[in-house]
C-alpha cells in the first residue's frame, strides 16, 4: 500500500510541474485517468495490493505495453511483474522481469524487506550478479 501511495505521490507531482508550464507547452498534457498506461499502472497496482494476481498480471502487462513514460513507473511494472511470476513457480519469467526493471531503471532496487523475501529474494540476488 506504501508503494501504492508513493506511484500516486509522483504522478501527481508530475502534474503539478506540469502545470507550471506555458499553456502551449502545457497542451499535450492529459490527467492521468486519460493515460492509459498510467491508468493501467495504478490498477495493476490496486489489484496486487488486493491479491488479485491474475488481473495484477493482466493490467502491469498492458501498462507497459502502453508505453508507460516514467522509467521507474516501468521499473515498479516489472517489479511487480517479478512479484506474481516468482510466487507461480515462473524463475525464469521472473528473472527476465527483474532484468526488465534494471534495464527501466538503472537504480532499481528491492527494499531490503523486499529482497529478503524467500521466494523471489534469491531469483533477484542471482540477477544483481
Known sequence: ???????????????????????????????????????????????YDDAQYPQAEQLLGQSLKSGL???????????????IYCTSSRTAECEAAFRAARAADPKFTLSRSEAGH?????????VQQ
Open 69 to 83: 513514460a516514467s522509467k521507474r513507473d516501468q521499473a515498479a511494472a516489472h517489479k511487480h511483474l517479478a512479484f
Open 1 to 47: 500500500m506504501r508503494y501504492l501511495l508513493t506511484c500516486i505521490f509522483s504522478l501527481t507531482l508530475s502534474l503539478v510541474a506540469g502545470c507550471a508550464l506555458a499553456p502551449s507547452d502545457a497542451s499535450g498534457l492529459m490527467d492521468v485517468a486519460e493515460r492509459p498506461a498510467e491508468k493501467a499502472l495504478l490498477a495493476g497496482l490496486r489489484a
Open 118 to 126: 524467500p521466494l523471489w529474494g534469491p531469483v533477484y540476488q542471482r
